[in-house]
């Protein structure tokens, strides 16, 4: 634990001048239980799908993470009061305030993980979905979530343009060099190679994939498949 | 249009495909980044363009549907592995960003475009999770990549499994080889043969490039 002490005393020095009153501690229930919800509904979601932001708990759980912040300096204060050594001394104090370090550090870990995980799903909503997100999914987002998303898709932008070739598209390998596909929203008459063809909604087409692509990226077709 | 041109041009250009081929199986299946290959995407990309102006010259000058038909399918093909090499790696750079940014050897391996990523794909994390998390907790416990400012080293940074289980196909011989540290099991590596092993043992006869991942 000699590493933990040095950390309490810097810390301590540190935080001395405004260290808060000893809150009355906390009601009988485990500590790290709410984190661990948290992650329960990480593991619950299906694969590449977000559950709404549950801000609720998260605030509970930074709440949780400054008490033990504040009983462990209290403990600490109160060693150092009377002329313990911290690095060496092992009484109940030390005890209490090593497990509110290590619930501590064990709710951040928890939130770290929520937070990084649905940043993954985040991540892979720019390669299925697009640049932009559509209400629903947007409406589970933390504001910070909303501002990763483009920052990111951003960063990918940058990549593409330098490197001159479009990654979000041919996501699948190509089977044929004609696919069937169904128009979404009239486009009118487009010229595709030699003839011309009438894109209006709900008609059916056997185009070339290549031709095809750049209208079902704007969601204006789909692929027709049986 | 000389047939010799043709089969030679249609010969060379197989082998770029095939070499990309590989290096696109190896990357899906290696748990970590592997090497960029930057004169095998060099080269594709001019058979691409070659490919592509070909085909502008066959609509001008009528030539038979199927034949069309045909090279359109080689480019898509073409085309195909090279966006999704390029994404598989991005994707991973996109998961280890944190882990890939610290690591010299890893960052060696990356193109200087995936450099730039990556750098921004870090940031961005970093912001995002200081903005969210870090910054609503007590001093000490502030950091991204340290549990608290008591531990020794980074112990909050994601890294790829490099001990899973890969299918691999060896090209040559190899003879007797040790799997791991010890020197405790070693194995006899037969030319053309099918093996399960973890990826870290084999990982330098990967990037040697005498054994391929399936």
Request: aromatic residues 8%.
């Amino acid at each position: 634990m000699t590493g933990l002490s040095a950390f309490w005393i810097e810390h301590f020095v540190l935080c001395r001048s405004g260290i808060p009153k000893c809150h009355r501690g906390f009601r009988r229930r485990m500590y790290g239980r709410r984190a661990s919800q948290l992650l329960k509904e990480i593991d619950s979601s299906e694969a590449g799908q977000l559950a709404p932001f549950n801000s609720d708990v998260f605030d509970q759980v930074i709440r949780e993470c400054n008490e033990h912040n504040s009983q462990f300096q209290s403990l600490i204060r109160k060693m150092v009061e009377q002329n313990l050594d911290i690095e060496t001394t092992r009484n109940e104090d030390h005890y209490g305030a090593a497990i509110h370090h290590l619930s501590l550090l064990r709710n951040k870990r928890c939130l770290m993980a929520y937070m990084y995980n649905r940043a993954e799903v985040i991540q892979s909503f720019r390669w299925k979905v697009g640049p932009v997100l559509p209400h629903d999914i947007q409406e589970k987002l933390h504001f910070s979530e909303k501002e990763y998303f483009k920052n990111h898709s951003a960063a990918i932008k940058s990549y593409i343009s330098e490197m001159d070739i479009d990654l979000t598209v041919d996501m699948v390998p190509p089977k044929d060099t004609y696919i069937q596909v169904r128009v979404l929203e009239d486009i009118g008459e487009v010229s595709l190679g030699d003839h011309s063809v009438s894109l209006t909604k709900n008609s059916l087409h056997f185009l070339r994939r290549t031709d095809a692509e750049q209208f079902i990226s704007q969601g204006l077709m789909e692929e027709f498949l049986e | 249009m000389s047939s010799w041109d043709d089969d030679d041009s249609a010969a060379a250009a197989a082998t770029d495909v095939e070499l990309l081929k590989r290096a696109w199986r190896n990357e899906k299946a290696a748990p970590e980044i592997l090497r960029f290959d930057s004169p095998l995407v060099s080269r594709v990309r001019e058979q691409i363009q070659l490919l592509e102006e070909t085909l502008d010259d066959f609509a001008d000058s009528g030539v038979d549907d199927l034949v069309v038909s045909l090279y359109q399918m080689d480019l898509d093909r073409t085309l195909f592995l090279l966006r999704s090499y390029l994404r598989l790696r991005l994707q991973k750079i996109e998961k280890y960003t944190m882990h890939i940014s610290r690591s010299d050897d890893l960052l060696s391996r990356l193109s200087q475009q995936e450099r730039r990523f990556a750098k921004s794909c870090a940031e961005i994390m970093e912001k995002h999770l200081e903005q969210s998390v870090l910054s609503k907790l007590p001093y000490g416990y502030d950091s991204v990549t340290r549990q608290s400012l008591s531990s020794t080293e980074d112990d909050m940074v994601p890294e790829p499994q490099l001990d899973t289980f890969v299918f691999c196909k060896t090209k040559s011989d190899v003879g007797a080889f040790q799997l791991d540290d010890i020197g405790e099991e070693v194995v006899d590596l037969v030319a053309d043969d099918l093996y399960v092993l973890r990826y870290k043992s084999i990982k330098g006869l990967v990037e040697g490039g005498r054994i391929d991942l399936i």
